[in-house]
């Protein structure tokens, strides 16, 4: 999202023209009617006052990028705060004073320099160094657990009718949609039989939950509870899909029923486990102590708190609570 008025036309449309940036700009909010005429084909164009909330919930927005002189100290303080509870990236120009947040570092697009003002771990290099780490490992996971992966496969289709691995669609980084692996632990129509199941939900939020649920097979019960199920996840870690350790993956139709303050937890990759997987009985656990588990763990993130998360999940396995 880039904010830019009719002085700094010319930044706006050397950004677009830059390929190796890496940038896709999809609103663009000015008052200017130069800058509305110059990209009414180009982009989604909205006036400057026009609500980011809003934009931000229903779109994937990376970073907002300031292209101008000046701005109202009032707005510069909303669009802050805006920042923060989504967990987006602020770029600013050297010459705008803002107060409040941190300067992380700068960042060159092109010519033109911004001060980078972040709001979550993701663009740190140690985070960048955990993506690289966690991709290899479930890399090498996947190749030295192939025999157990292939006597999983075999005992599924056995015993019962189905395909061996379950596919859904979850939101991920940013409101991005991507297809989860699963081993299959639940009867071939489960998602069919979900709909008649609802009044015996078990969660207090969007998400559904039941602990006994009568979809879920004999072996399935074995895989959930040794969170052998979960293995290939590894292969969307390996696409750059997931992350090892990060916030689980929600539906889409619940991520529509989040509230704002939730929605900052998708401001990273997901993950296969994370703190809410390592709490005792999790399935009691409240919807909204999960979201703020989530949250923390986003505002929170530091290297030794994945090492904790992680042995934590090996000793849930090995004591078949699961994951």
């Avoid at 663009?28 to 400057?48: C, E, G, H, M, N």
């Avoid at 805006?82 to 602020?90: A, K």
């Avoid at 005992?155 to 409101?175: D, E, N, W, Y």
């Amino acid at each position: 999202m880039v904010i830019v008025d009719e002085m700094n036309l010319h930044m706006l449309e050397k950004i677009m023209h830059m390929e190796k940036s890496g940038i896709q700009i999809i609103y663009i909010l000015t008052d200017s009617v130069a800058v509305r005429a110059r990209f009414k084909f180009r982009s989604r164009i909205y006036p400057v006052q026009a609500n980011i909330r809003s934009l931000l919930r229903h779109d994937i927005v990376d970073e907002i990028i300031c292209c101008v002189s000046s701005l109202p100290e009032k707005y510069i303080s909303e669009i802050k705060e805006v920042c923060r509870q989504f967990g987006v990236s602020l770029l600013v120009p050297p010459n705008i004073e803002l107060s409040g947040l941190a300067i992380e570092r700068t960042r060159f697009i092109g010519n033109f320099s911004f001060h980078v003002l972040e709001t979550s771990p993701r663009k740190r290099d140690i985070f960048v160094l955990k993506t690289f780490v966690e991709m290899a490992f479930a890399s090498m996971a996947l190749f030295v657990l192939s025999p157990l992966l292939l006597l999983i496969a075999l005992t599924i289709k056995s015993t019962s009718a189905g395909p061996v691995i379950f596919r859904q669609q979850r939101v991920g980084l940013r409101g991005r949609k991507f297809y989860i692996y699963k081993f299959r632990t639940m009867n071939a129509d489960a998602e069919r039989m979900k709909s008649a199941l609802k009044e015996y939900n078990e969660s207090d939020g969007p998400a559904f939950k039941i602990k006994n649920d009568p979809r879920v097979t004999a072996f399935g019960r074995i895989l959930r509870k040794t969170g052998l199920d979960e293995i290939p996840q590894f292969y969307n870690v390996v696409k750059g899909e997931m992350s090892l350790i990060g916030p689980r993956p929600m539906l889409p139709n619940e991520v529509s029923e989040q509230q704002e303050w939730q929605l900052k937890r998708m401001c990273i990759k997901p993950g296969i486990t994370c703190t809410w997987q390592i709490q005792h009985d999790r399935n009691k656990v409240s919807f909204e102590k999960w979201m703020r588990l989530d949250r923390d763990y986003v505002e929170n993130w530091s290297v030794g708190t994945d090492l904790r998360i992680f042995f934590s999940t090996i000793k849930s396995i090995f004591v078949a609570r699961g994951i």
